[in-house]
């Protein structure tokens, strides 16, 4: 069983940056693509960014200001957020396809004040 666990959200001022990670544990194989997914409240879950064989693609409201990246450690995926807007405040997930199944993690809150 694949487990994918976040973390790094927190609370930042509008302006400011931070780094989120998921690492995934369990998995014999490769999981691709690595996703980051958002869900802010009363809103639908976005999808953020996405890294697939190192194409990289990015939601239109955070390119620019968001990189996704893969760790050092096998399985594991990064996302840097600079510039953060109070638009931005929202549940974080990490989600990863391994072996044809769909696997999530259950989310980091970023909030981000003005």
């Known amino acids: 069983q694949v487990q994918l666990v976040e973390s790094g959200g927190g609370l930042v001022q509008a302006g400011g940056s931070l780094r989120l990670s998921c690492a995934a544990s369990?998995?014999?194989?490769?999981?691709?693509?690595m996703s980051w997914y958002r869900q802010a409240l009363g809103k639908q879950r976005e999808l953020v960014a996405d890294?697939?064989?190192?194409?990289?693609k990015y939601a239109d409201s955070v390119k620019g200001r968001f990189t996704i990246f893969r760790g050092n450690a096998r399985n594991t995926v990064s996302l840097q957020m600079n510039s953060l807007k109070p638009e931005d405040t929202a549940v974080y997930y990490c989600?990863?396809?391994?072996?044809?199944?769909?696997?999530w993690g259950k989310g980091t809150l970023v909030t981000v004040s003005s």
């Open positions: 989600r990863a396809v391994a072996n044809g199944m769909e696997y």
């Open positions: 890294m697939s064989r190192g194409n990289t």
């Open positions: 369990g998995s014999m194989f490769s999981l691709n693509p």
